[in-house]
């Protein structure tokens, strides 16, 4: 809100300033006699009345409530916080106050406050008023509009923004000096120039510039200008009497007319005229010697004027065919009249379709029968670009992206042949009310902070230029993009890399396509066709700088990640995706007590994908420290093995053990934690770091995570598969190799103190059995070792030994199983065990000695009957559950 009275303030001063100074400056220069007049006049005025009258007050307090009152209607609806009326009202006040501390100016008053007072009080209670019953509401329901910016116009302009006053100067100067040139000539005749532009270059700008030059500026005088604009006529039979009669208006300013000059030979032309077309050759043959007496008549008379006469016609490849016909016919009916200059503008191209529509077979030829010049625009020095840039530019400033600007505009400068998208100014317009559109849907939607604006500017322009392609990633994504692991983002499908692949790629390509083969094109309009096929393609680059190029700007927000992909059409986010201020806040220090509920909320609300989204892509700007974003990830695993079990798998005799493995390898929690304790001193391959120089650097980090270890407040399963997957790669972790492999040794000391307090039924659930699958990897080696001393003194040494092997169905092997759950190496599983129960106090045991001698065998080629330990086996898996 103080942003936009800010704004206010200034646009109201900006405006009347100037007025504001004059004032001022009249005060201080008549300074003395203001003050005279005021001793004199005004107040013997205020003394005709009583002094501390009441009703005198009242009637200054409510004289600006009853102009409010007048003004009702317009002042409530003001959606200004601050005016320009708000100006002058301080500025009277600030007057008033002025005389009333240096003037000697006894003004009458009641109870000690003057009458003038009086109304600036009135004043201020009745905007007191206004704003708070009336202005208020009006202000919120037009705040819906307010917010968004008003569409670009495409509205012809006198500013040379091709930098084409010369060229302007030098066709006007070629008109006079072809008018001064008459005597010279025998007959002189009209001379007729084409404006050959297409559509959208700047013609009828073009044209308001030469009038402007002509009526306003160096030319007045020297050239008579007549602005005929035939699109205005209802039908074709009008087009002629409408002609005359705009060349009758304007020399009638200029000269003396004789009487019914045109009006006479226009009834002439008129009268008994085919219902069709108007063709002063056709109507000679009607009273042809009244109609050449007239004719001679107007040409005597514009042989004789002093100034060229210089007709514009523009627009004249709009109009119907049988428009076209008329206008034509008028241009060449009237090619004798001396000292006339027509300058028509019109898209060459279009009017020979017209012509050709109309049976001309063939209309250039014909076209040069009415054509004495044709007029081409010289070529501009990157004008185009440069419109483009200061439009972009401007338009960002609009939209409050001023800090990232730059940024922005560079990125998008990245498409390859962005400016070959437009080529006429009014192509930028068009593109950029998309754009805007976009924008001020995104900005009503409060996700401005959450999109990157150069991809949203990319996606517009596929819109403007391929609205089938918009289209299809719109409502079929599938059909073009596929999901790339690798970078965890939506990429162009390998079936339509090559037609979306980079220039350069696209040209090394067609060289060896082409290598030894020498396309000759000798066809000029097969060269024309080539080089406008080459521009149209823009879109292209437009797909591969979304989706595959390489970009700085690249954020959590872009396009190419599935958590952003959709705002981008439906310029707001899903309900299961999740802002990265709600994100940034549960990893903040603030939210300390509070993150839990939040992340409840999030997983409720399904919008998990989101929340690891965002914190992937933004957690280096977290609040956080490393180690608590660790601590609410574990959080977040645990809530959703409380709050959606139902998606691991309907076995629900599998635990909490592999859920925390199942929910993390879902959301890739785990390469997350890989990503966040990354040693970023490692990004350059050919940099040397050194221990104590990352250690330096990531000193907190390491003891955070030292202290969290030691607490022993973890959960288990995640931390082991966390510090597993970290220790893969250990040497590009800022935690340090000889740190994680002590931690590691740690944890699974902490696990062993709590394995040996676990009773039988827990020691051998599921749960637990994936529990020591997990613990066992960090360290293979040392967890081999930890559990021979554990099970050496385990009260349930024979439950290990009977579960070595496996009974089903009356088939013995080998438990797989829980070898891969001890993480026994497959060459060394018999080889443990027969250490197991050598170092055991039950070795002399029949179980184990048969055990022992059995270790290498096939079992199921074994007979129980002879084999105490498969009679154990099978005994034990009989009487006990083995799958709880």
């Keep these: 809100m103080f942003q936009e009275i800010k704004k206010n303030i200034k646009m109201a001063v900006l405006s009347e300033y100037k007025l504001i100074i004059c004032i001022l400056a009249v005060l201080i220069v008549f300074w003395k006699i203001i003050n005279t007049l005021i001793s004199e006049s005004i107040v013997n005025i205020t003394e005709t009345v009583a002094d501390n009258n009441m009703i005198v007050a009242l009637i200054f307090f409510l004289y600006p409530v009853f102009i409010a009152f007048i003004r009702f209607d317009s002042l409530k609806s003001e959606t200004k916080i601050f005016s320009q009326r708000h100006l002058w009202e301080f500025f009277l006040f600030a007057i008033y106050s002025l005389f009333k501390r240096l003037g000697n100016f006894d003004f009458y008053s009641y109870l000690g406050i003057s009458y003038f007072s009086y109304s600036f009080i009135g004043l201020f209670i009745t905007e007191f008023v206004l704003y708070y019953f009336y202005r208020k509401d009006f202000q919120v329901l037009a705040s819906l509009h307010k917010a968004t910016h008003p569409f670009f116009i495409d509205a012809p302009t006198t500013d040379d923004s091709y930098d084409r006053k010369n060229f302007l100067k030098t066709l006007l100067d070629k008109i006079l000096s072809t008018f001064d040139n008459r005597y010279f000539v025998e007959n002189p005749n009209a001379f007729t120039i084409l404006l050959s532009e297409s559509f959208g270059i700047g013609k009828t700008s073009f044209l308001f510039q030469v009038k402007k030059a002509i009526r306003e500026e160096e030319y007045k005088n020297k050239i008579i200008y007549v602005e005929f604009r035939p699109w205005l006529c209802e039908k074709p039979e009008t087009i002629i009497t409408e002609f005359f009669s705009v060349l009758h208006q304007e020399l009638d300013k200029h000269f003396v007319l004789p009487k019914g000059m045109f009006s006479s030979y226009l009834s002439l032309l008129v009268e008994n005229a085919p219902n069709t077309y108007y063709s002063f050759m056709l109507k000679s043959l009607h009273k042809k010697r009244s109609l050449s007496e007239e004719h001679d008549r107007i040409m005597k008379f514009l042989k004789q004027i002093d100034r060229p006469i210089l007709i514009s016609i523009d627009d004249v490849d709009r109009l119907h065919d049988d428009e076209v016909k008329v206008v034509l016919n008028l241009i060449r009916d009237t090619a004798d009249f001396p000292n006339l200059f027509y300058i028509v503008a019109a898209d060459k191209k279009n009017l020979c379709l017209s012509m050709e529509r109309l049976g001309i077979k063939a209309p250039e030829r014909f076209l040069k029968k009415f054509i004495n010049f044709e007029c081409l625009f010289p070529a501009n020095d990157a004008v185009l670009k440069q419109l483009f840039r200061e439009k972009l530019d401007s338009v960002l400033r609009e939209y409050s992206c ?9 990125s998008i400068l990245e498409i390859d ?15 950029l009310n998309i754009f805007t559109f976009a924008m001020d849907c995104v900005e009503r939607n409060k996700i401005m902070d959450e999109i990157n604006v150069a991809d949203l500017f990319a996606i517009s322009l596929i819109q403007y230029l391929e609205i089938g392609l918009y289209k299809i990633l719109r409502d079929d994504d599938g059909l073009l993009l596929s999901y790339d692991n690798s970078t965890k983002s939506l990429s162009i499908s390998s079936s339509y890399k090559s037609v979306f692949e980079h220039p350069i790629f696209a040209h090394i390509n067609e060289r060896t396509k082409r290598e030894g083969h020498h396309v000759i094109i000798s066809n000029i309009d097969d060269v024309i066709a080539e080089i406008s096929a080459q521009k149209q393609i823009v879109y292209r680059y437009v797909v591969y700088f ?22 981008y059409f439906a310029f707001t986010k899903k309900q299961t995706q999740i802002s990265g201020a709600k994100v940034r806040a549960v990893f903040s220090p603030e939210y300390e007590e509070l993150h839990k509920i939040e992340i409840k909320d999030i997983i409720q609300h399904n919008q998990e994908n989101s929340f690891i989204h965002n914190t992937s892509k933004w957690y280096h ?38 859920n925390i493995k199942y929910f993390m390898e879902a959301y890739e929690i785990h390469k997350l934690l890989v990503q966040i304790y990354f040693n970023e001193l490692k990004s350059y391959p050919s940099a040397i770091v050194s221990q104590e120089e990352t250690g330096k650097r990531y000193e907190k980090d390491r003891n955070d995570f030292d202290k969290y270890i030691k607490t022993r407040k973890y959960e288990i399963n995640f931390i082991s598969i966390v510090l597993n997957k970290i220790s893969i ?21 902490n696990y062993i103190v709590d394995l040996k307090k676990y009773d039988k039924e827990h020691t051998f659930s599921r749960n637990n059995l994936y529990t020591i699958s997990h613990v066992a990897v960090l360290d293979t080696y040392y967890w081999i070792d930890s559990f021979k001393d554990y099970i050496k003194e385990s009260p349930y040494f024979m439950d290990w030994i009977a579960r070595v092997a496996s009974y089903k169905n009356n088939i013995f092997d080998w438990n797989e199983l829980l070898r891969q759950q ?17 170092n055991s106090n039950y070795k002399e045991t029949p179980v184990l000695t048969d055990l022992m001698e059995i270790l290498n065998k096939d079992l199921k080629s074994l007979n129980k009957s002879t084999h105490p330990y498969l009679d154990f086996v099978e005994s034990y898996w009989k009487n006990n559950d083995m799958y709880k």
């Design 729 to 749: 790669n250990k040497e590009y972790s800022l935690l340090g190799n000889d740190n994680i492999e002590r931690w590691s040794r740690q944890i699974i000391d």
């Design 402 to 410: 001023t800090g990232s600007k730059e940024l922005i505009i560079n």
């Design 822 to 838: 001890l993480n026994f190496p497959h060459w060394q599983n018999h080889e443990i065990w027969k250490q197991i129960i050598t």
């Design 417 to 431: 042949n962005i400016i070959d998208a437009f080529e006429t100014p009014r192509d930028i317009v068009r593109f």
């Design 546 to 567: 979304l989706f595959d190029q390489q970009r700085k700007d690249i954020n959590g927000y872009s396009m190419r990640y599935v958590d952003s992909y959709f705002r």
């Design 621 to 658: 700007t977290f609040d956080d420290s490393k180690i608590e974003i660790l601590k609410k990830l574990s959080t977040f695993v645990a809530l959703l093995c409380e709050l959606k079990p139902k998606n691991v798998s309907a076995d629900k005799t599998q635990g909490k053990a592999l």
